[in-house]
C-alpha cells in the first residue's frame, strides 16, 4: 500500500512538471534528452554527453552528439536512434500523459530506445514492458502534441 501511495504521489508531482512540456521532444535547456547522445545508447550501451559543437536540429529539438560518426548516423536515420515518445517516460504515455526522464533509466527493446520518469518506474515498466510498449504505442499519437 505504501509502494502505491509513494508511485500516486510521484505520478501527481509529474503531471504538474509535464504541464510546462509542450514539446514532442523531451527538452531540458533547449536540448533533447538532456543532452546525451542518442547514438551513444545503441552503439556504447551506455549514456554519453554529448557536445554543444556536434548538434543538429530535429523535430524542434537541439540534439546532440558525443562523434561526428554519431552526429552523421543521426542525420542519416534519426527515426532510428530518437528514443520513442519523444524521450518522455514510456510508462507515463502508456497512461497517457507526458512524464519527464532520467537519462539512467534506458532501455532498448526490438532496436527502439526508451526512457522512465525513474529507477522505481522503470522496474514497474520492466515486469510488463510488451503491454506498457502496446499501450504507449496507442497513446502517443493521442498526446504527442499536447502540453
Known sequence: ????????????????????????????????????????FFTESKPVKGADSLSYSYKDATWLFSSKANLESFKKSPEKYSPQYGGYCAYGTADGHKAPTQTDTWTIVDGKLYFNYNGKVKEMWTKQQAAFIEKANTQWPLIKDKP
Not at 4 to 23: D, E, G, H
Open 1 to 40: 500500500m505504501k509502494k502505491l501511495l509513494t508511485i500516486t504521489a510521484m505520478l501527481l508531482m509529474t503531471v504538474s512538471l509535464v504541464k510546462a512540456q509542450k514539446s514532442e521532444i523531451f527538452c531540458t535547456a533547449g536540448k533533447a534528452i538532456k543532452g546525451y547522445d542518442p547514438v551513444a
